[in-house]
């Protein structure tokens, strides 16, 4: 399994890259994402949870002007392998729950890299050079390669971080909450739905109570 977990993490970082850094296929969308490296560990269903989850719920919150919204791409490359591995102890939807709750905060772990990447890009192209053809090809290069390696060492710690955790809650969750848990995913897919009728962009207050409403219906599964 540690060799999927590796190869799920290279190429989910090549994927991740497609958001912003290349290629510009949406091949980096969560829809894409969680499929992609729920088969290359052995559990597409769990990649297609993963995946639909966090495709919709941000649905309404696109890059528009100075906006920089949460990196659903980094969060469904770091979570899919986490609910496969969850998927050894759960069932796949209680499995994707449980990875998308602990999960979530990765969106903001890609963001954080993606501003940190755009400010450290900004000066690879000097002022005054002469051949500036080739001072760009080779800024570009060195913009991407920055980008892989970055995104993939990211990846690696949050994916290690994220399955650890994961393995170990699955491994001691009572049935109720497993039971709770696997709503969630098709709570994200509402969520994001009704999101995108609103056309309202997300605030933080929203977040507050999504996990406040994730942690009453697992209380309220539990206590039935």
């Not at 998308?100 to 755009?118: A, C, I, K, N």
Request: charged share 10%.
């Amino acid at each position: 399994m540690m060799a999927e977990i590796a190869l799920s993490t290279v190429v989910g970082a090549l994927l991740w890259l497609d958001r912003v850094y290349a290629f510009q296929l949406l091949v980096s969308r969560p829809v894409v994402i969680g499929p992609v490296l729920g088969a290359l560990m052995g559990n597409l269903p769990a990649g297609l949870a993963v995946g639909a989850a966090l495709e919709l719920l941000w649905l309404n919150a696109p890059p528009v002007g100075a906006y920089l919204p949460k990196d659903e791409s980094f969060c469904a490359a770091a979570v899919t392998p986490a609910a496969v591995l969850g998927a050894a102890y759960l069932p796949v939807a209680s499995a994707a729950g449980l990875a998308l709750f602990v999960g979530l905060p990765l969106s903001l772990v890609g963001r954080q890299l993606d501003t940190h990447l755009r400010k450290l890009n900004q000066d690879l192209v000097p002022s005054g050079v002469e051949d500036i053809e080739r001072t760009v090809g080779q800024a570009m290069a060195k913009a991407l390669g920055r980008s892989l390696l970055y995104g993939l060492a990211a990846l690696a710690i949050s994916s290690a971080l994220l399955c650890t955790a994961v393995v170990l809650l699955a491994q001691r969750l009572p049935a109720q909450a497993a039971t709770a848990l696997s709503f969630l995913p098709m709570a994200s897919v509402a969520i994001g739905l009704a999101g995108l009728v609103a056309r309202d962009l997300p605030r933080p207050g929203k977040a507050g109570l999504f996990i406040l409403g994730a942690v009453f219906l697992l209380v309220l599964t539990w206590i039935r």
